[in-house]
């Protein structure tokens, strides 16, 4: 697997390999997580690792959650903060920043989410990024993460993102967390035109907004008390 940072600042420009933002951005929050919301799962202050355009913190923010979004790209952090001030959210709030190496939050967060952030980190940033994740999170704060499985992208495409397999994502995750399920998931993605890409996509099946749903893992876990 590649150990190196995707230029997500390009991609969120629309400039990555693949046209426009990533195809795992989809305008709403990712059904694995949305199901987890409506179940009660989420509870104040939360931290969305790896935001993205944040459809999942504004979505949180619109319930009553107060939410701070951690991001690298200043160009998803500002499509954040503009949509948040559009819809009247004041209790998030967006934050350019490396995620490996977070500080200031120190056990403000009762809930820990990453959405599709895990794979996107160098095989190296792992620790770091759990380590701070971590730090910030309150005793007995709750740590949810949607990842890609392996199989997901096929070996050909260059900027594919750092998959896992279940082992792989139990020992890196146990180091810090204590993990209470490992479980078969999807990651729904929407996928331009791919007729010119220089890699073509496994056949997926499809949701019933037509998205394809690619193989991915929901962890969950909490810190110690």
């Known amino acids: 697997m590649p150990d190196e940072l995707i230029d997500w600042e390009s991609a969120y420009?629309?400039?990555?390999e693949v046209e426009g933002p990533p195809p795992w951005n989809i305008g709403e929050p990712q059904p694995e997580?949305?199901?987890l919301v409506a179940a009660g799962k989420f509870?104040?202050?939360v931290l969305d690792a790896g935001c993205g355009y944040a459809e999942l913190s504004l979505t949180l923010a619109s319930q009553g959650y107060t939410v701070v979004g951690v991001d690298l790209a200043p160009t998803a952090v500002a499509a954040a903060n503009r949509a948040a001030q559009q819809r009247g959210l004041s209790n998030t709030s967006f934050v350019q920043a490396d995620i490996t190496s977070l500080t200031g939050y120190d056990g403000r967060f009762n809930t820990v989410v990453d959405s599709t952030l895990f794979h996107s980190l160098p095989i190296a940033?792992?620790?770091g990024y759990?380590?701070?994740v971590h730090r910030a999170a309150a005793p007995g704060a709750n740590y949810y993460v949607l990842v890609f499985a392996n199989g997901a992208f096929p070996p050909e495409a260059e900027q594919r993102p750092n998959m896992v397999d279940e082992d792989e994502?139990?020992?890196a995750v146990s180091k810090y967390w204590h993990i209470d399920e490992i479980r078969p998931a999807f990651i729904h993605a929407k996928f331009p035109d791919m007729s010119n890409a220089p890699f073509q996509m496994p056949e997926f099946p499809k949701d019933d907004k037509g998205r394809s749903k690619l193989p991915a893992y929901l962890l969950t876990a909490v810190k110690a008390s």
């Open 13 to 16: 420009r629309g400039e990555g």
């Open 33 to 35: 997580l949305a199901a």
């Open 43 to 45: 509870r104040s202050d």
């Open 125 to 127: 940033g792992r620790d």
């Open 130 to 132: 759990l380590r701070s």
């Open 169 to 171: 994502l139990r020992e």
